[in-house]
């Protein structure tokens, strides 16, 4: 579903014209723009206590978190990198870190 997605994506922004190299650094801003949008929605549902109105903030949430993904399955796409092949290449990394959780963050062992 998310490959799925994720060509949908690509081809609304091939119908735009978006997809060209030379666009990345706009596009890596937007990205960074997006990921802001997020933290202020994520920090107004970290905020409010009454139901019906956090499902509200988390539905706003949820709609800056797709746009990060947008804005990141379009600059994978100028960039001519393929998103999974970036998100494999993380899990391998991080699947054989070892670390522990403290404060909330991960510390990697050689950071311990
Ligand atoms: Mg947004």
Known sequence: MFE???KKIIKWAKDRDLLHRKNAPKQFMKFIEEVFEFKAEMD???RIDHEKLKEIYTDRM???M???F???IILCEQLGIDLFDC???????ISIRTGKT???TFIKSEDL
């Open 102 to 104: 403290i404060n909330g």
């Open 87 to 93: 998100l494999n290449k993380a899990y391998k990394k």
């Open 4 to 6: 799925k997605l994720s």
């Open 62 to 64: 949820k709609l800056e």
């Open 70 to 72: 947008v804005t990141l």
């Open 44 to 46: 107004q549902v970290e």
């Open 66 to 68: 797709g746009d990060i």
